[in-house]
């Protein structure tokens, strides 16, 4: 299985929005509403911020939200603090218990 | 609260066998629905998902490592482990433990700190 393909970078300036696409495949993210996203800061380990395609964890920030539309699956930030700057990189179910991840997408906050 | 720390030795030989243990606390590693995780990041990359195992032993492998890994569990310690052998450079990463939601098989939603291993002579 492939990884799925994210932008590499992505920016937005503070109190805006910025959104994340992550593209698979009818194997994994358009097959399945197992979508997930996880926010990583440098030398950190990685925190889940969106899971089953656009549910949040207890202490997430509503403004993290997650979305998908056939094989692509999207992460928006609204409202963005300069804590949001980080990588982000989305996960899939891939059947068979199987699980791939995206590229990854740094964001910064401008 | 439960947590979740990955050990073992940061430094392997070409060819030899890469083991690390994840310790499970403030929990049991026995608790329903709750699956076990490994995943690494290679140093400036992606996370790459490695394997998953049950309290039980069941077992389920990527398919472009499964050739080369093992994850086992000890239940009497809450440990779970992984062994990757015939290493090679590209296996040097950041390794993390991590688990399954105890409703949610699908998502990640505790990670440990990560250890990183490396591979050189």
């Known amino acids: 299985q492939s990884a799925l393909t994210q932008p590499p970078s992505a920016s937005g300036s503070l109190g805006q929005s910025v959104t994340i696409s992550c593209t698979g495949t009818?194997?994994?993210?358009?097959?399945?509403?197992?979508v997930s996203w996880y926010q990583q800061y440098p030398g950190k380990a990685p925190k889940l911020v969106i899971y089953?395609?656009?549910e949040r964890p207890s202490g997430v920030p509503d403004r993290f939200s997650g979305s998908k539309s056939g094989n692509m699956a999207s992460l928006t930030v609204s409202g963005l603090q300069a804590e949001d700057e980080a990588d982000y990189y989305c996960s899939s179910y891939a059947g068979s218990n199987n699980f791939v991840f995206g590229t990854g997408t740094t964001v910064t906050v401008l | 609260q439960l947590q979740l720390r990955e050990s073992g030795p940061g430094l392997v030989t070409p060819s030899e066998t890469l083991s690390l243990t994840c310790t499970v606390s403030g929990g049991s590693i026995t608790s329903s629905s709750i699956f076990w995780v490994w995943v690494r990041q290679p140093p400036g990359k992606g996370l790459e998902w490695i394997g998953t195992i049950y309290y039980t032993g069941a077992t389920y492998y990527s398919p472009s490592l499964k050739s080369r890994v093992a994850i086992s569990v000890d239940t009497s310690k809450d440990q779970f482990s992984l062994r990757l052998n015939s290493v090679t450079a590209a296996d040097t990463a950041v390794y993390y433990c991590?688990?399954?939601?105890?409703?949610?098989?699908?998502?990640?939603?505790?990670w440990g700190q990560g250890t990183l291993v490396a591979v050189s002579s």
């Open positions: 089953d395609v656009s």
């Open positions: 991590a688990k399954t939601h105890s409703s949610g098989y699908f998502y990640f939603d505790r």
């Open positions: 009818s194997s994994d993210v358009g097959g399945y509403n197992y």
